[in-house]
């Protein structure tokens, strides 16, 4: 711009009306983290309601409730609350170890019997925690000094895990039975990084730094999370300095702005896939095998989604535990037509059925099935695509009525199989569409086996199995865009958790 | 006697316009797809976990049962508990009905004076480039949706020239000394000029982008109804009489060309109420619009039917008050 009276002129204006109506300045050095967040906070309570199962909230409840067992950025475990953890010889108990000198952020002393209080709370149907059927595999939790004991009802691989998963946090014992539900809602608090110092229904929450915290005070000492739930307005926020750090936002965008911002874009435990449900056309293997050979993942990645996604064969991302990487599912376009064929479909008498999709709902999601069903229909495959709502697809799925095809994520934070292959392609579990008995009988030994390495083993052969008969179309694991402020380093975790305490200065 | 004859009736009508809207939403949100409980079921849940969450939300009764004790705990103030917030839907519909309101009211003030204005200019200098000039700026204003005006400012006055907030409501980091959610109006009155305008600079963007279409209705009918009675006898009369044309504007014709306007604006403002809810959600502002997506998303069905028993009461009563207006202000209808 050239440096006339004129524009100086305008420049002073601006810079008067913008100090009058108080925006932040672009400053240096950011006293106050502002955070321009993807969603709203309806509850407090991280164990219980819809938000307890909401992936995308976990991020806020992490920084102001500790889980029992941290969860490092890889997905890994580390002691947390917990120090340490495990099972007797044979399976019949559960021990826990408590971390010592930690405090609840109204002072008061974090003890052991916190911990037990929220097993069992979790664990008691009447509070509506919905993973109570997890919980509840452990009864009598005992507190005595530093450790927390539990018998075993029924033996699940998995329960130490689900405590850096879903509802797996730690509350206030006696706090929560002094103020009762609604008051904590109002004034919630935990031994996390940050203590809630406002919080303004679906407009923000104001978080100050924890200077006891256990694992060190965080380097902003306010963070302001702005709940923008539309994609442009965040990224307005970010590009006018109105907020440091955002997140999810068009991939286009993030690389439009990623020069004069710093950009993070890692893989993250969130898959896209197509469930089959085994009806109709779909109890073809030939078509299945058809359907999954005849997409060009890689290519959809680039052209749509910008090259932010992993192309992936199984529902293990190279994140999780039972990740193989030797399970492939080429792109193939003409195996699938022989295999159409052996059929008696073609190009000419294609094979027709629908599949149903979400719109918006994930990026791209809506554009990625036309994609796919335009590289259907080159070798024989015909799908009529049927737009519905995330609520729809829940609903139809816990019903087992999905279309013979249809488009949806899994998120899958803690890395184990059975949260992933294991839920989406079990029979009996509401989750899944698939219910073949043969691979109900593969699965079933897997959720009770005692032994690591053979259960991992065991999920990576039906993984391969699942992959050889094509019972599910996996397609690419999801890369998250943040975008912050020069002054802000982000480090990303692979959970998609957005973490102020994870954010340093530059 | 009549006005308070028809008053009686109008009561009577709104009272059954609510009981109608509260059946139907009832029943349309429970048939629609969307399960609120399989929304928030886990990875591995079992029919019984199912079960349980079902009638720990009370969605194991019939629908007829479920509508007469949501209907009896109406009657009684109860509107129900939030699924998501898991607090009572009434007291989070009224937390949040003043943050729409004052948006609503800002809006329709803007609407009025921008569109008061260009009616005001183009009856003036009908027949001029000025007219044509404001024919064309209406023309364009009525046909960019108010949600493409909206990203149009923010793109403005939010990031190329940012004067104004994006987001929100207000500052979070501002202390509010207010004990009601009408934050615009308790600041003034508690004479807090600086957290005026940090809710102004807040509001100014959203409330903007309703008011461009509404500006332009009001303009375009105030105009024409203005040019009709600039040809009037008693406007020429006052002509004749040596009056400006400013004066015979404003003074003579404005007052009876305004009535049309005025209903015009009644009914619109329903209308504006109601498009409070995209706009919210594209400035984050925490009104009731911004509320009913989350809940309508999240399929909280206690809290959806709450916004729009809500919503159905505003837009009744503003009807109601605009009908009484007008028959206070049409002299043949105060005197029938």
């Keep these: ?506 | 006697m009549q006005i308070l004859r028809s008053l009686l009736f109008r009561l009577a009508s709104t009272a059954a316009t609510l009981v109608g809207v509260a059946v139907i939403v009832f029943f349309v949100i429970r048939v629609v797809p969307g399960d609120p409980i399989a929304m928030m079921l886990p990875p591995g849940a079992t029919a019984e976990d199912i079960a349980r969450l079902t009638a720990l939300y009370g969605l194991d009764k019939s629908i007829p049962e479920q509508f007469f004790i949501w209907a009896s705990g109406v009657l009684q103030g109860d509107f129900g508990t939030s699924i998501t917030a898991r607090r009572p839907v009434l007291d989070l519909v009224l937390g949040r009905l003043p943050a729409t309101l004052e948006l609503s009211i800002m809006a329709l003030v803007i609407a009025v004076i921008l569109g008061g204005v260009a009616a005001l200019m183009g009856t003036r200098e009908r027949g001029t480039k000025v007219e044509a000039g404001i024919d064309v700026a209406n023309g364009m204003a009525l046909s960019v949706p108010d949600f493409l005006w909206a990203l149009i400012l923010i793109l403005l006055f939010g990031v190329a020239w940012p004067v104004f907030h994006i987001s929100g409501r207000v500052t979070p980091s501002l202390d509010l000394p207010f004990v009601t959610n009408f934050y615009l109006f308790e600041s003034l009155v508690r004479l807090r000029f600086d957290l005026w305008v940090d809710i102004v600079s807040h509001m100014f963007m959203p409330a903007l982008a309703l008011a461009i279409p509404l500006a332009a209705i009001i303009g375009q009918l105030l105009k024409q109804s203005l040019k009709e009675t600039m040809h009037l006898d008693y406007v020429t009369l006052a002509r004749t009489k040596g009056y400006g044309e400013n004066h015979v504007i404003i003074r003579e014709a404005l007052p009876n060309a305004i009535l049309p306007t005025l209903t015009l604006v009644g009914v619109q403002f329903t209308f504006l109420i109601g498009g409070t809810v995209i706009i919210e959600r594209l400035f984050s502002y925490e009104g009731l619009g911004n509320m009913a997506i989350d809940a309508v998303i999240n399929r909280d069905l206690p809290l959806i039917q709450g916004i729009v028993i809500l919503f159905a009461v505003l837009f009744t009563v503003v009807n109601l008050v605009v009908d009484l207006t007008y028959a206070l202000l049409n002299p043949r209808l105060r005197h029938a």
């Design chain 1, 1 to 506: 711009m050239k440096l006339s009276r004129r524009n100086m002129m305008k420049l002073s204006a601006a810079t008067a009306a913008a100090g009058a109506f108080g925006l932040p300045a672009l400053a240096q050095q950011i006293d106050e983290l502002v955070i321009a967040y993807n969603t709203t906070l309806p509850s407090w309570d991280p164990t219980t309601g819809p938000s307890a199962v909401n992936p995308t909230i976990q991020g806020i409840y992490q920084s102001v409730f500790d889980q029992f067992i941290l969860q490092q950025p890889d997905l890994s475990p580390a002691p947390g609350l917990l120090t340490e953890w495990g099972w007797n010889d044979d399976r019949t108990k559960v021990m826990m170890k408590v971390r010592q000198g930690v405090t609840w952020h109204d002072g008061s002393p974090f003890s052991a019997e916190d911990v037990a209080w929220s097993l069992a709370r979790a664990a008691d149907p009447a509070t509506g925690n919905p993973i109570n059927f997890v919980w509840s595999t452990l009864e009598n939790f005992a507190a005595d000094g530093d450790m927390v004991t539990a018998d075993v009802k029924q033996f699940d691989p998995t329960i130490f895990k689900w405590m850096y998963f879903l509802t797996g946090y730690v509350l206030p014992k006696a706090y929560y039975e002094k103020v009762g539900a609604d008051s904590f809602e109002e004034a919630p608090i935990g031994t996390g990084p940050y203590m809630v110092e406002k919080f303004e229904r679906n407009a923000f929450v104001r978080l100050k730094a924890n200077e006891n915290y256990w694992g060190g005070k965080p380097d902003f000492e306010t963070v302001t999370i702005k709940f923008v739930t539309d994609a442009a307005a965040r990224v307005a926020e970010v590009e006018s300095g109105n907020a440091h750090v955002t997140l999810e936002m068009p991939y286009e965008e993030f690389d439009r702005l990623k020069g004069t911002l710093n950009g993070v874009a890692a893989p993250i435990s969130d898959i896209g896939m197509i469930f089959l449900n085994d009806i109709d056309v779909m109890l073809d293997e030939n078509v299945r095998q058809a359907c999954a050979l005849a997409i060009d993942k890689q290519t959809i990645i680039d052209r749509l989604l910008s090259g932010y996604g992993v192309a992936i064969d199984t529902l293990q991302t190279p994140e999780y535990e039972a990740y193989d990487a030797s399970i492939k599912v080429p792109y193939d376009p003409e195996k699938a037509k022989e295999l159409l064929a052996a059929s008696g479909y073609s190009t000419d008498n294609p094979v027709k059925f629908k599949i149903q999709t979400t719109r918006g709902f994930k990026p791209k999601d809506y554009e990625m099935i036309q994609a796919i069903v335009g590289l259907w229909r080159r070798v024989g495959i015909e799908a009529e695509i049927e737009v519905y709502e995330i609520a729809k697809h829940y609903e139809l799925r816990a019903a087992d009525t999905l279309a013979p095809a249809a488009f949806y994520n899994w998120g899958n934070s803690v890395g184990d199989p059975t949260t992933s292959t294991g839920f989406a392609m079990f029979g009996p579990s509401p989750h899944s569409v698939w219910d073949g008995a043969d691979l109900i009988e593969k699965i079933g030994p897997l959720w009770g086996e005692a032994d690591e390495a053979k259960r991992i083993e065991g999920w990576k052969d039906v993984d391969r199995y699942v992959a050889e008969h094509a019972l599910v179309i996996p397609l690419l694991q999801y890369v998250q865009p943040i975008l912050s402020a020069k002054g802000v380093t982000v480090t990303p975790h692979a959970s998609g958790a957005l973490l102020p305490h994870l954010m340093k200065r530059a």
